[in-house]
């Protein structure tokens, strides 16, 4: 069975640092593994998608890198800001989407 | 960019009564859908697994015959909690992928259940 586990649970950050999330999971037979972004109260906002032959994906201020064979994938935002704050989930899809519990980003102004 | 319409947003239901979520991929058609369910402060778990015409399949722990997923097209896939107690109260959330397994999963903005 897949396991999906989030390192740190949780991040406070003064505005302008970057952040570092890591993803670690159990099995490296996988399709592709996606971050997410979940404000309080809401649904998933899909961030970026690594396929499982891709090294890294980039969009904007985030850039997530995969390393299939030891199990890991790290998201790096850069310049945060407050509006970054909230939990950032990792799934990893080998068919069916296993989730991180997730790490929680305060970004203080 | 693809769109999965979830409702309601959120329900409130008495105890003992059933509540039905659906689930509505808006400009793609979703092979299969996945339903999730999340307690506070806590991640996403799986809850079962269904491919359109087929009948669903549920994880390990989660009851068939209360939580009912019914994937009657490629747009829509609906869950049913039958008979709904206090501890059914939850986000629900669902998903669904276009075609191939390593297609990305289009989320839902989630369902709140309270059940009284």
């Known amino acids: 069975k897949q396991e999906v586990t989030q390192i740190p649970a949780a991040l406070s950050v003064p505005e302008g640092e970057n952040l570092v999330l890591n993803c670690s999971f159990t099995?490296?037979?996988?399709?592709?593994l996606q971050w997410f972004r979940q404000d309080p109260g809401k649904g998933l906002t899909s961030l970026l998608l690594?396929?499982?032959?891709?090294r890294e994906q980039t969009s904007g201020r985030l850039n997530a890198s995969l390393d299939k064979s030891s199990g890991r994938s790290t998201l790096y935002i850069a310049a945060s800001q407050p509006g970054d704050s909230a939990t950032y989930l990792c799934?990893?899809?080998?068919?069916?989407?296993?989730f991180g519990a997730g790490t929680t980003v305060t970004v203080r102004a | 960019g693809a769109v999965v319409s979830q409702h309601p947003s959120w329900v409130i239901c008495k105890s003992g009564t059933s509540v039905k979520i659906e689930c509505r991929s808006l400009?793609?058609?979703?092979?299969?859908m996945f339903w999730y369910r999340q307690f506070p402060k806590q991640s996403l778990m799986l809850m079962a697994t269904?491919?359109?015409?087929?009948?669903?399949?549920?994880e390990q722990g989660v009851e068939k015959d209360k939580f009912l997923i019914n994937h009657a097209s490629l747009t829509l896939s609906t869950l049913t909690v039958t008979s709904a107690h206090p501890e059914d109260s939850s986000f629900y959330i669902c998903?669904?992928?276009?075609?191939?397994?390593?297609?990305?999963?289009?989320f839902g903005n989630g369902t709140r259940l309270t059940v009284t």
């Open positions: 998903s669904a992928r276009w075609t191939t397994d390593n297609s990305p999963l289009h």
């Open positions: 099995d490296s037979a996988i399709y592709n």
């Open positions: 690594i396929q499982s032959s891709q």
């Open positions: 799934a990893v899809n080998d068919y069916k989407l296993s």
């Open positions: 400009d793609f058609q979703a092979t299969t």
């Open positions: 269904s491919n359109e015409g087929s009948k669903a399949t549920y």
